[in-house]
């Protein structure tokens, strides 16, 4: 008896659910649970909107991809980071009572991004792994179902919990669950792959003296940075130029982050030659194999435009709703309502993809999903009396029942059209990894699709600032364009595709 339960429990339609619920589930609280948050503390739009910077390791998770690949296994890394993570976020609620803690809940959540990112990269590995081709299609649409589901119930239970209860208390919550999580996947978890290299290995690596140097070169320069212009002579330079007193700290990170982009691109060529210097390394082999195909170019412009109007809408979204003086109702609203839509378009589109294929399906899908940039310009242009009357007020004034439903019915159309977007998404960025490097190459085109979103996002704080809600959502649409334009020349589009292209080019 015992037997038969723990097979159970072990079979791909639980695992694959709750190793996606638990991928989700901490990407909410840093990217989305955290925005409502900073909001409800009075943190100024710029500032929220640079919590976009919170996804970069997202970007750059490819770099550390393929040592997931090489070292210990999938398994083993999905519990290190899920083990971190509760931890992280039981800090966050520690902090959330404490006079100044928002500052460092917002380095925490920086620290503990880069553990949910590399959380991603295993289980994103590690699903590949247990299951083939035909495995791995049929359970897209129930992999987004979960991981939505999470994104639901951070936004629906946590935000509600810290609304009404407190944010130590709602945090606290957050850090439960994912303990449940962690000790589940501890008992239960399948062992599907061997250990290719011990993990001691990779801690000798990075204790060699290059990695820890420029550590230490990193943190130096940014507490000279801080001394600087805790000094005289930045006060007496502003007395001088006035604008600079009114650049944030937000603004002045804004501007680092584009004069870092400034230099990537000067240097471009150095750094390619960096990355590729030993081609032998597997390191190099992953990157090589991935961009060393027909096409790659267009599929990897697609890969970064593809959510670029989605990520500038969804950045705004919760400082939106807390303006608007509905912070009481997100959590229904999120969990009542988006839920089962989003449930609903997540297994629609997983069906539809699996009926009418993704060549037929990735046009009108992505359409859907960023139309509803327009639906919310128009929400957002016709409730602008109430987001000016609430905005950091102490008592927000009631929008009325008819509005309300009016924000549940644009939410429930954002989750449904979210849930057939994000199945289009992930069959193809699966359809884009090789055998032999499915982690490292998945680490690589989520990390390539998350480039526009942490741009875009940086942007969306100083935009919507500047232009309101309403127009702002407008703009996010046309940034949606050209990502939707690309849908008509990619490849990797039918099953087996990548494999194909594999072979053209041995």
Not at 117 to 129: F, L, R, S, V
Not at 169 to 185: E, P
Request: glycine share 10%; with cysteine.
């Amino acid at each position: 008896m015992k037997k038969n339960k723990q097979s159970i429990l072990q079979v791909p339609y639980v695992w694959a659910f709750t190793t996606y619920f638990a991928e989700g589930f901490p990407y909410t609280i840093i990217r989305i649970i955290s925005s409502v948050f900073f909001r409800d503390m009075k943190v100024n739009l710029e500032s929220i909107g640079l919590t976009s910077l919170f996804g970069l390791p997202w970007v750059l998770k490819f770099l550390w991809g393929p040592q997931v690949d090489e070292f210990a296994t999938k398994r083993r890394w999905m519990l290190s980071m899920q083990f971190l993570l509760v931890l992280m976020v039981a800090a966050v609620a520690l902090f959330s009572r404490l006079e100044g803690g928002v500052k460092i809940i917002a380095i925490v959540f920086f620290l503990g991004s880069f553990v949910a990112a590399t959380h991603d990269i295993a289980i994103d590995g590690y699903y590949m792994e247990a299951l083939d081709e035909k495995g791995q299609a049929k359970f897209v649409g129930y992999r987004v179902m979960a991981y939505r589901i999470a994104m639901m119930a951070g936004t629906g239970i946590v935000v509600t919990i810290g609304a009404t209860e407190g944010w130590l208390t709602g945090f606290f919550c957050a850090s439960g669950i994912l303990g449940v999580l962690f000790v589940y996947h501890l008992v239960f978890l399948p062992r599907v792959e061997r250990e290719k290299e011990p993990i001691r290995k990779l801690v000798g690596l990075l204790l060699r003296k290059k990695p820890l140097a420029l550590l230490v070169i990193v943190l130096l320069a940014a507490a000279l940075v801080r001394w600087l212009f805790s000094l005289g002579w930045y006060g007496e330079l502003k007395s001088v130029a006035p604008v600079l007193g009114r650049i944030r700290f937000s603004g002045w990170v804004g501007i680092g982050l584009l004069i870092g982009l400034g230099l990537l691109a000067l240097y471009k060529e150095r750094v390619k030659n960096l990355l590729f210097k030993d081609r032998d390394s597997f390191y190099s082999r992953a990157f090589v194999a991935y961009m060393d195909r027909p096409k790659i170019g267009i599929a990897i412009s697609f890969i970064i435009l593809m959510r670029t109007g989605e990520s500038m809408l969804s950045s705004m979204v919760s400082p939106f709703l807390v303006d608007l003086g509905i912070k009481i109702h997100y959590g229904w609203i999120s969990g009542g309502v988006g839920l089962p839509f989003s449930i609903v378009g997540a297994m629609v589109g997983g069906w539809m993809i699996s009926r009418y294929t993704l060549r037929k399906t990735i046009w009108p899908f992505l359409l859907a999903q960023n139309f509803t940039n327009v639906v919310y310009m128009i929400l957002a242009l016709h409730l602008n009396r109430y987001v000016v009357l609430n905005t950091g007020a102490e008592i927000a004034i009631p929008i009325g029942h008819f509005n309300l439903l009016l924000v549940a019915l644009v939410h429930a159309f954002d989750q449904f059209s979210g849930g057939l977007g994000t199945s289009v998404l992930v069959t193809f960025l699966m359809r884009t990894c090789l055998p032999g490097s499915k982690a490292a190459h998945f680490a690589i085109g989520t990390g390539l699709m998350n480039i526009s979103g942490v741009l875009s996002g940086v942007m969306s704080g100083f935009l919507a600032e500047w232009l309101g809600y309403g127009y702002f959502f407008g703009i996010s649409f046309l940034a949606s364009i050209p990502g939707m334009v690309l849908t008509f020349y990619i490849p990797f589009l039918e099953p087996g595709s990548e494999t194909k292209s594999l072979e053209k080019i041995s």
